[in-house]
């Protein structure tokens, strides 16, 4: 029973040291097991590692697992109640459903159950709790020490309510996935796998109250435990002078671990690995070695050589930023030998950069992979499904049918649908009733000849599926299971199916994962509601609550592409060239969101009763510090930062403090680069709309091409003509 920690700063070979280690005990004792535990987005990567590094080129006796998966091999072996999962899609139905029930008890949150978002954000209250082991009966025990009139008393009294009809739903029917782990370690002092292995950590920055217990048990079980922790061999661990140091997160992962260590009577050891330079990330780049030390860093020290690995550029806007990055990605390509796996583009606000990047990375030939998970909720199939259900709710008004109608999956052309429009505002159209009476009513101008014949087989194609669909949703008399057996039959009357087969030939995977889902969907509405009996209106809302829930993850298309992530989100190894673009102030750092059901001074009276919960704004504020340390590191040849004067709408944005950081105190003999400066070397990159001329002349020529706009920006591409 020992435990080892691994510390070093970013880039000094931690994970190096920790995988050869492994490595060469692992050969050394074939019979013994070895876990290697990383963050669940990073296992693949790092078994890739593993078996690069080992020199038989493949691992008998090593694992690499995340902590889930972990739990999964140990209920493999020793047995555990078979109960499903619940993700959370499935607790956004559950906590939508009661919130429905409990809602005129409510003493604060009545009035907030229609809000959008609002389902989501109690959701994640809910998980937070279990996430730091807050039981119903543990917040009722807070809630007798807080003024019962007060605010947080009135939204603890809900959330108690809310939580306890939560677990009593749930109760000998599903198990959460933040209680797998309470599970595991009620489990694992029985498995033989996990008794007397060796089990190392790496890629986190620290841990959660219920995965500090499963370590506990892990010290008392295991041969030796490994941690990989990132923080600068300068730095005294056992020192925390609080929340504003850089590496306050490792400070605090050391001090409780230590803590269960000298509880248990463990044996405690430490490895400093980045003190030999030549063996570091940064060993052919000076100046990213110099930042390494630097950056965030008390104090005022200065790069006293000429700056070439780290490159600095100012855009009028983001397309700008983004010309220039598409220029330098083909340059360092073409000229320089650079694969396209080895370059990487992150940005603290993917929603704003991310489809920007691609759109024009694909109009010059550039292999990219948008590391982004996609909400379903602008699918147009999901949209539909949202606009058939009002429809029924709202009695057909003009405002639901023509929702439903322009989603493009009725198998009516715009220019019919057009037709109706027109027909529908002058002779005022809405409800059911009008809907499914012949029309005979005509254009009240003269000049306009009105097609009734058309115009009633348009009505009756629209009617025919929506008064199926009517009156099987009211044969259904409000049970859930029917209703959604309802909702099926219609998707397979309007060969939903098929089209978005056909839409995932033209415009990638989402189009095929869809359908998929949806039906996944239904599934957990039927299984956890089947029984359950509920109006349209209420149907509607569930039905929307899921979607909220439910996002796309896409796959590379191939190997060697440019990857385009978020700073938070996305894992990068083995980059040589890295472009950190979108570098303003609100986006770097990001700007927390503030929306949540417990407010900031709420989570501050809970800490001061001792309540563990997660990070405050401001203690996020200072953590992401410590995250753009690490993605600023990731690179071991060039770093490029790239930021603009205006956003997408013209509207004057500020340089963050980063780019101040960088020039006023790490590299004053760094020049800004600027748009004229980099025109006209890269006036060959193609960029969508660019200098059109909206003249009347060829406005009707645009609008025809914009056909491409339709579906999630296939913008027009011009070559520039910079002068």
């Known amino acids: 029973m020992s435990l080892q920690y691994i510390f ?16 060469k005990e692992s050969i050394k004792n074939p019979l013994e097991n070895y876990i290697i535990v990383v963050p669940e987005q990073y296992t693949m990567a790092t078994q890739k590692r593993v078996v690069e590094l080992h020199p038989r080129k493949g691992v008998l006796n090593i694992d690499v697992v995340s902590f889930e998966r972990l739990a999964y091999k140990v209920f493999e072996e020793v047995g555990a109640a078979d109960y499903p999962v619940l993700d959370d899609t499935g607790k956004n139905l559950i906590v939508r459903r009661v919130l429905e029930q409990n809602k005129k008890a409510l003493r604060f949150f009545g009035s907030n159950i229609s809000n959008t978002g609002f389902v989501s954000e109690l959701k994640s209250v809910i998980s937070e709790m279990l996430q730091y082991d807050i039981s119903v009966d543990k917040l009722l025990d807070i809630n007798k020490n807080v003024d019962n009139k007060s605010l947080l008393g009135m939204k603890l009294d809900d959330i108690s309510l809310i939580y306890g009809g939560f677990r009593e739903f749930i109760k000998n029917n599903y198990i959460t996935s933040e209680e797998i782990l309470d599970l595991m370690c009620r489990k694992v002092t029985e498995s033989s796998k996990i008794r007397g292995s060796v089990i190392a950590f790496d890629g986190f920055t620290g841990f959660t109250p219920v995965q500090y217990r499963l370590m506990a048990i892990l010290l008392d079980m295991c041969k030796e435990v490994k941690v990989a922790l990132t923080i600068d061999i300068s730095e005294h661990v056992n020192i925390n002078e609080g929340i504003e ?15 269960i260590c000298d509880e248990g009577h463990i044996n405690v050891d430490k490895v400093t690995v980045g003190e030999d330079t030549v063996l570091t990330r940064f060993a052919a780049s000076k100046e990213l070695a110099f930042l390494e030390k630097n950056i965030f860093r008390p104090g005022l020290r200065y790069y006293s050589g000429k700056v070439n690995d780290i490159v600095m550029y100012a855009g009028i806007t983001p397309k700008d930023e983004i010309q220039y990055v598409s220029g330098e990605i083909l340059k360092l390509t073409r000229l320089q030998g650079f694969r396209y796996n080895e370059i990487a583009v992150v940005t603290g606000d993917i929603s704003v950069y991310g489809k920007l990047a691609a759109n024009i990375f694909a109009q010059n030939d550039i292999p990219y992979f948008l590391d982004q998970k996609l909400h379903v909720t602008d699918n147009c199939l999901v949209e539909m499904i949202t606009a058939v259900l009002d429809v029924i709710e709202k009695n057909y008004t003009y405002d639901s049918m023509f929702r439903y109608l322009r989603t493009g999956l009725t198998g009516l052309s715009d220019e019919n649908i057009d037709i109706l429009d027109n027909y529908c505002l002058a002779v005022g159209i809405k409800g059911r009733k009008q809907w499914s009476t012949q029309w005979c009513r005509k254009f009240r101008s003269s000049g306009i000849t009105t097609d009734l014949n ?4 348009l009505r009756l194609n629209v009617m025919e599926p929506l008064t199926e669909l009517d009156k099987e949703l009211k044969e259904a008399d409000g049970n859930v299971r029917l209703m959604t057996t309802a909702l099926y039959k219609f998707l397979v009357r309007m060969h939903c199916e098929e089209q978005m087969s056909l839409l995932a030939k033209s415009h990638g995977d989402e189009y095929r994962q869809i359908y998929k889902k949806i039906m ?3 599934d957990k509405i039927v299984h956890l509601l089947g029984s359950e009996k509920v109006s349209v209106k209420e149907y509607n809302r569930i039905m929307a609550s899921g979607f909220d829930e439910i996002k796309i993850g896409l796959i590379p298309p191939t190997k060697d592409c440019v990857v385009i992530g978020d700073i938070e989100r996305t894992r990068l190894d083995n980059i040589k060239a890295m472009f950190f673009i979108g570098v303003n102030d609100g986006y770097v750092p990001k700007k927390s969101d503030s929306r949540s059901v417990l407010s900031e001074t709420d989570r501050q009276k809970l800490k001061e009763m001792e309540v563990s919960l997660s990070m405050s704004v401001r203690e996020k504020a200072f953590v992401q510090r410590f995250y753009l340390y690490l993605i600023m590191t990731k690179t071991s040849g060039r770093l490029y930062i790239t930021y603009a004067y205006n956003s997408m709408d013209m509207k004057a944005i ?29 006036s060959y990159i193609k960029i969508p709309k660019t200098e059109l001329e909206w003249t009347d002349e060829n406005l009707a020529k645009y609008l025809t091409d914009g056909v491409a ?15």
């Not at 970013?10 to 040291?17: D, E």
């Not at 058309?454 to 087989?457: F, Q, R, V």
């Not at 403090?657 to 960088?662: A, F, P, R, T």
Request: proline share 1%.
């Open 8 to 23: 070093g700063g970013s880039g000094a070979g931690k994970s190096t040291y920790l995988y050869n280690s492994i490595i």
């Open 245 to 259: 140091s850089l590496f306050y997160m490792t400070k605090d992962t050391v001090a409780h671990l230590n803590r």
């Open 454 to 457: 058309m115009l009633n087989e």
């Open 520 to 522: 996944e969907l239904f």
């Open 654 to 682: 500020l340089p963050s403090y980063i780019d101040k950081e960088l020039l006023k105190k790490c590299f004053l003999g760094m020049n800004v680069l600027s748009y004229d400066d980099t025109a006209k070397e890269h």
């Open 709 to 723: 706009l339709k579906l999630y920006g296939k913008e027009l591409t011009r070559k520039c003509n910079i002068v």
